[in-house]
């Protein structure tokens, strides 16, 4: 049984979800300043021409075990005008009340980011342009297994398999927690879809109490389609358990099968390296959500389009 983290891991979750709501009503009372961008002094800092001197020469980024943290450090070496930038990472939390202050001043601010996130609901922001391609295009959320799992149980892995949904099933479940848990929205998501959950459990036999442990990685993307997949197992008779871990853990934890499978992997680019880091040791079932994105993010006003518009250090 997996523990690593889950405390640490749990922590930085709950914070997410409580500074996403500050975040709400912050842009709720600033809407009224926004209206008057023609002026000459408004929106100064928007307007710099040396994005890179406002910004201090740094991204904004996440946790240090993100696929997208290894992915901008990456970018760091291979774009010769990123050269003097640095990525500083923290936490998702600490990234979006970043991106929220930005953006209620109107300065300037390079986060990495992705899709589906409240974020693009919240804000207008672009992902820059990455011509070459460190980001990838799109992105695909993946589910694994460990070896064995198909002959042990056998009902599980064909509804892990089976498993596939929409961003905007997995963006409902996410709204919704915002006004309950992802216990509940998940919940809410299986009784409302039982047409898509059929499609999954079709011809499956139930279970008697089997246990079985799904790893996810602690973000509210992976945590929704972890607790939508608990839902529908527990209909099945298992008896589930979640594990959060950072990235690496997670693909590790499947690899040497101490967990039972995942649908948190973000790939083909994302999490590239800890796929190939194992690959073999783990079986591979394919999407679970198609047309997911990574990249850098920024907020619309800001004139830039691509990340080769960002200016090198002096
Ligand atoms: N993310 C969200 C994760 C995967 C899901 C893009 C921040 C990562 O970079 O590992």
Known sequence: MLTLNWKKLGIVTGLSLSLFAAGCSQNDTE???????????????????????AVDYAITGIEPGAGITEKTDLALEEYENLSGWEQETSSTAAMLTALGDAIENEEPIVVTGWSPHFMFAQYDLKY???????????????????????????????????????????????????ESDLETAAQDWVDNNGDVVSEWTDGVDSVD????????????????????????????????????????????????????????PWLPVTHSSFYEKYEGQFVDLGENLSGAKIGLVVPTYMDIDSIEDLEAAE
């Open 31 to 53: 809407d009224t300043t926004s209206g008057s961008d023609s002026g000459s002094s408004d929106g100064e800092a928007a307007e710099t021409t040396n994005v890179g001197e």
């Open 128 to 178: 820059l342009e990455d011509p070459k391609g460190v980001y990838g295009e799109t992105e695909y959320i993946g589910t694994i297994a460990r070896q064995g799992l198909e002959e042990d149980m056998p009902e599980a892995y064909t509804i892990l398999d089976n498993f596939h949904w929409e961003p905007a099933d997995m963006e409902k479940v996410m709204l919704d927690a915002q």
């Open 209 to 264: 109490g089997e246990s079985i442990e799904l790893v996810l990685t602690p973000w509210d993307t992976e945590r929704a389609s972890a607790n939508v997949a608990k839902v529908v197992l527990e209909q099945q008779g298992y008896d589930v358990t979640l594990t959060p871990v950072d990235p690496s853990v997670m693909f590790e934890a499947i690899a040497t099968g101490d967990g039972d499978a995942s649908l948190a």
